[in-house]
């Protein structure tokens, strides 16, 4: 659907006349005037507030400056917020609007890749704390998620690939004929607003099944364990998607030792991650990944969920003892 339409479908959804548009400043100079104008058009008073760019929005002071401009407009519990960007402004604008009034409406408008297929979605909003990512946040469900493909056009290559972990990730988790897709790159370009919306269909369907995270939706960290293990490990200088593509890489590897899944499976895997440029090479030590996996907030106990890929468009979780991780690693 087109930005042009955000108006209109707003009008279906949100029953104040206030609408707050969250946004960062390079989204700021390529979409926030027609995103407004669209808004305008149905008729809502619109007003916008703007975050630099990057993870730092997502801090304590930035969600205080975004609550305290809402009660300023003043926004009523009818009103909503649109968060226009990547993960960084759907996370803060979400959590935000989990909190505002005790929750009201917010409307995510993704334009990053891994924002389309992964963040609008399911719900879970959050900001960083000094000790650490995403440890204040909630789960608030979208009003409305508007996704044009078109938005992503501008996308510098690097954070494209980011977003390509995540739907490569869908292929190897539930979706068998989304995965032979994307090993023809040429095809794949050419049908990208089609596979944007099969994995957020595959996203949903996780999310409708498990909304608090506590059974099946696990499966959605397929390479996020160790992916999280190499961000921490290397102070975030690996992006997020480029840290899951070498996390899925050796989480294959790890689940063919184990025999869990066939050489066959972990051969293309690794080709399809190579198709679209990633390195897979881990320089980490074994010993740091393991002692920050230790720590990861999805331990349960001494026990850890590993999702295990058990062929293309399949996966699923193996529970293991730390000790057994560590031996795995
Ligand atoms: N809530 C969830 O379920 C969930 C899931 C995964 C990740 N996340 C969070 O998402 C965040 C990462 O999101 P991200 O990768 O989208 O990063 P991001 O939001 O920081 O965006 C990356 C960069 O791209 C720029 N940008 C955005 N859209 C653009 C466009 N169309 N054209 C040109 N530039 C554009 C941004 O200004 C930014 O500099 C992290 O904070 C992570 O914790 C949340």
Not at 275 to 300: E, N, P, S
Request: hydrophobic share 45%; proline share 2%.
């Amino acid at each position: 659907m087109q930005l042009e339409a955000l108006g209109r479908e707003a009008r279906a959804v949100v029953k104040g006349n206030r609408i707050a548009v969250v946004t960062d400043e390079t989204v700021e100079k390529l979409y926030l005037n027609r995103c407004m104008q669209s808004l305008k058009c149905a008729g809502f008073d619109v007003y916008s507030f703007v975050v630099p760019p990057g993870e730092e929005a997502k801090s304590g002071m930035q969600y205080l400056n975004l609550l305290n401009a809402l009660a300023e407009i003043p926004l009523t519990r009818t009103d909503a917020l649109v968060a226009l960007g990547g993960g960084v402004v759907g996370d803060l604008a979400g959590f935000a609007a989990a909190t505002y009034l005790r929750g009201i409406s917010v409307i995510q408008v993704p334009t990053t890749l891994l924002a389309a297929v992964d963040s609008s979605i399911g719900g879970k909003t959050a900001i960083n704390l000094p000790a650490g990512k995403n440890l204040a946040g909630a789960f608030h469900r979208p009003a409305l998620i508007l996704r044009d493909a078109s938005l992503l056009e501008s996308l510098p290559q690097t954070i494209y690939q980011d977003g390509m972990a995540e739907v490569i990730k869908y292929g190897v988790l539930a979706d068998a004929d989304l995965f032979e897709l994307l090993a023809d790159k040429a095809q794949a370009h050419r049908r990208m607003e089609e596979i944007i919306e099969r994995c957020a269909e595959i996203k949903m369907r996780f999310v409708e099944e498990d909304v608090f995270d506590t059974g099946v939706r696990q499966l959605l960290n397929f390479g996020h364990t160790i992916g999280h293990a190499i961000e921490h490990a290397t102070n975030f200088s690996v992006s997020h998607g480029k840290a899951v593509a070498k996390g899925m890489a050796m989480m294959a590897e790890i689940s063919m030792k184990q025999g869990w899944c066939s050489e066959e499976t972990t051969r293309r895997i690794k080709d399809i991650l190579h198709v679209y440029g990633f390195d897979l090479t881990i320089v980490q030590q074994k010993d740091v990944l393991y002692d920050i996996m230790k720590t990861d907030k999805k331990r349960k106990g001494g026990m850890i969920d590993l999702v295990v890929p058990e062929k293309i468009g399949r996966c699923r979780l193996v529970r293991v003892t730390i000790e057994e991780l560590g031996e795995m690693l």
